[in-house]
């Protein structure tokens, strides 16, 4: 429980006069929110540096907040002491990080970030509840004033993409349907998203205009990932089903069935898609584990049940990271022989984004951050401050 709010003229004891209740309302509010704020996505910021320096967090408060992963480091290696206790077990206080910059992204959650690159600088590109997406100037975006992300000033985007609402009977509108994830293709100039109507979008970064619109799943998208060496895109539905889509014509040119034989219904979402750096293998994370495809035959290559939902997933080299709904990191071989667990500090995660390095950021529930080297062992782990 938060330690009691007092009046600010002092007094203490048990004097109900001296009582703030707003100050107490509100120390517990800010409480319960810390404790269920998720991060949703986070990525690496570019940088010649061959060690990783900053790293990005899209939180369910619509925050895009910028961290110092070496200052990370450093004050969480000050951090040893306990606090808590969770079944008579000493729990440890995590760092709650200072933001190197943050921003008011979305009204609603922030489901996703990517970086764009077009005429030698970089975009920070972010999608969410609201059915936007919106890009800021890199350089800003990290200069951006911390004290005024805080009190809700948000930095203006350059691009703001907006979903269709869809007309109903008597005219009336739909609902804008939510962005769950986005991709990037910059040979083509494209962003695409995945949303909650069931269609995928295409739009064009220099007119900001939607250019193409991708139909045949029978209900909302939780990812999209772009094959670029094909111009196509691969997206991922809970109606189980992950579709392959050419770009030049937006027809379904391949229906993948992850858990086709699954017996269990409930399970047949498609929560995550990601291909290899050759771009000749998909792996598909569902509610029951994981799948991987070769792209060239179509063909499943391993199909493993996992304890937990698979919420996010990424390729490095010929092995497969997962994460989910338990507090563990899994390391897949390509042909589905697991290499190594690690637990991570988010009960549940869903992000996991790798560095160049080979070390691997996770976030998910409780607004938590687990910085894990190359090796295996946790660089720090860190709780986002969120918007006030």
């Known amino acids: 429980m938060p330690e009691m709010a007092r009046c600010p003229e002092g007094g203490g004891g048990g004097d109900a006069r001296n009582w703030d209740e707003e100050g107490y309302r509100k120390s517990i509010l800010r409480e319960r929110e810390l404790h269920y704020?998720?991060?949703?996505?986070?990525?690496?910021?570019?940088?010649?540096?061959?060690t990783p320096e900053t790293l990005i967090v899209a939180s369910s408060d619509g925050s895009l907040a910028s961290y110092s992963i070496s200052a990370c480091i450093s004050s969480a290696a000050q951090l040893v002491h306990f606090n808590r206790k969770i079944d008579e077990k000493p729990v440890p206080d995590y760092l709650l990080a200072e933001p190197l910059s943050m921003i008011q992204g979305h009204k609603g959650p922030a489901?996703?970030?990517?970086?764009?690159?077009?005429?030698?600088?970089?975009?920070?590109?972010?999608?969410?509840?609201?059915?936007?997406?919106?890009?800021?100037?890199?350089?800003?975006?990290?200069?951006?004033?911390?004290?005024?992300?805080?009190?809700?000033?948000?930095?203006?985007?350059?691009?703001?993409l907006v979903n269709p609402q869809h007309e109903g009977p008597?005219?009336?509108?739909?609902?804008i349907p939510e962005n769950n994830a986005i991709a990037v293709n910059e040979q083509e100039g494209s962003i695409y998203s995945a949303a909650g109507d069931a269609c995928a979008y295409?739009?064009?970064?220099?007119?900001?205009?939607?250019?193409?619109?991708?139909?045949?799943?029978?209900?909302?998208?939780?990812?999209?990932?772009?094959?670029?060496?094909?111009?196509?895109?691969?997206?991922?539905?809970?109606?189980?089903?992950?579709?392959?889509?050419?770009?030049?014509s937006g027809s379904c040119t391949q229906v993948i069935y992850p858990e086709k034989n699954?017996?269990?219904?409930?399970?047949?979402?498609?929560?995550?898609?990601?291909?290899?750096?050759?771009?000749?293998?998909?792996?598909?994370?569902?509610?029951?584990?994981?799948?991987?495809?070769?792209l060239l035959s179509c063909e499943c290559i391993f199909s493993s049940d996992?304890?937990?939902?698979?919420?996010?997933?990424?390729?490095?080299?010929?092995?497969?990271?997962?994460?989910?709904?338990?507090?563990?990191?899994?390391?897949?071989?390509i042909y589905g022989v697991v290499l190594s667990q690690i637990k991570c500090a988010p009960q549940s995660a869903f992000s996991i984004s790798l560095h160049p390095s080979g070390v691997v950021a996770v976030g998910g529930y409780g607004g938590l951050v687990d910085v894990i080297s190359e090796f295996g062992s946790h660089l720090c782990t860190f709780c986002c401050q969120g918007m006030d």
């Open 170 to 175: 008597w005219g009336a509108l739909s609902p």
């Open 262 to 294: 699954h017996k269990l219904k409930d399970c047949s979402w498609v929560s995550s898609v990601a291909i290899d750096s050759s771009e000749s293998w998909l792996a598909c994370g569902t509610g029951s584990g994981l799948s991987v495809w070769s």
């Open 306 to 333: 996992c304890c937990a939902p698979v919420q996010d997933l990424q390729f490095q080299d010929n092995q497969v990271l997962t994460v989910g709904s338990e507090p563990v990191l899994t390391r897949f071989g």
């Open 202 to 248: 295409c739009w064009d970064v220099e007119t900001r205009k939607r250019k193409m619109v991708f139909r045949g799943h029978s209900d909302y998208l939780h990812c999209i990932t772009a094959r670029k060496s094909s111009n196509q895109i691969i997206t991922g539905s809970e109606d189980g089903t992950a579709r392959i889509w050419d770009c030049r």
């Open 111 to 160: 489901y996703d970030l990517k970086f764009y690159h077009v005429g030698g600088e970089y975009l920070l590109l972010s999608c969410g509840d609201d059915g936007r997406i919106r890009g800021w100037k890199w350089t800003e975006a990290l200069n951006s004033d911390v004290s005024m992300g805080v009190q809700g000033n948000d930095l203006k985007p350059l691009l703001d």
């Open 37 to 50: 704020r998720t991060v949703f996505r986070t990525a690496f910021a570019p940088s010649l540096n061959p």
